[in-house]
């Protein structure tokens, strides 16, 4: 049998592939994994008793965003790299921008304070164990990440897999913020991006064993 014939044949059966596949495993993986997240961090740490209030400081406020962006951007970067032979274009540089405005307020934040400030809008009160919670409450968010990646035929498989971390990280830090009881941004910036860099790194050592298709 002919090259072409044969092809025709695996072709002829075949319906019209759904445009929206993508979206639609990636909201679904999302919006399950997401509650999962929200309902562990209920149960095992509980909301921020000062949460009402937290809600009117503009940094409370300005962490949700933080996290909220790179959650944004990132779920972009997890999209093309599901596929095959697409290009990321320009969304490292995206994904870099707002983590470059956390450090630099942070940093505002530091030369503007005391020494006796400075330890405590770095360090906080929670910085040991920050990082770790966001990474657990990012573990539900990366199975279903991992599930929606897997299914679009990704090729690139480690640099998928840190992708399906870092998103996932960025949910489960969106998560915390409803836990976390700080409000410092240079503790936003290094401590909240330690937590995500976390399941990232799980994420591309990975890869390759998870999104083998």
């Known amino acids: 049998m002919k090259t072409d014939d044969f092809v025709e044949l695996l072709a002829r059966d075949t319906g019209p592939v759904q445009a929206d596949m993508g979206t639609r495993r990636f909201a679904l993986a999302i919006g399950v994994g997401a509650l999962c997240a929200a309902?562990?961090?209920?149960?095992?740490?509980?909301?921020n008793p000062a949460l009402a209030a937290y809600t009117r400081l503009p940094n409370f406020w300005a962490k949700v965003v933080f996290v909220t962006t790179l959650a944004g951007i990132s779920l972009l970067v997890a999209r093309r790299l599901a596929r095959p032979g697409v290009g990321l274009g320009r969304l490292p540089i995206a994904l870099a921008v707002p983590?470059?405005?956390?450090?630099?307020?942070?940093?505002?934040v530091l030369v503007t304070s005391t020494p006796a400030e400075r330890v405590e809008a770095f360090f906080g009160q929670t910085w040991k164990v920050c990082p770790f919670l966001i990474a657990m409450l990012s573990a539900p968010v990366f199975v279903g990440v991992v599930w929606a990646m897997k299914g679009l035929a990704p090729t690139r498989l480690r640099l998928a897999g840190g992708a399906a971390?870092?998103?996932?990280?960025?949910?489960?830090a969106v998560v915390?913020?409803?836990?976390?009881?700080?409000?410092?941004?240079?503790?936003v910036g290094c401590w909240y991006l330690l937590g995500i860099l976390i399941p990232t790194g799980i994420g591309a050592l990975l890869g390759e064993r998870l999104l083998r298709w």
């Open 39 to 47: 309902l562990l961090m209920v149960g095992v740490l509980g909301l």
């Open 165 to 172: 971390g870092f998103l996932s990280g960025a949910v489960g």
């Open 176 to 187: 915390y913020c409803l836990h976390c009881p700080e409000l410092g941004l240079p503790f």
């Open 99 to 108: 983590v470059l405005a956390m450090w630099a307020g942070g940093i505002l």
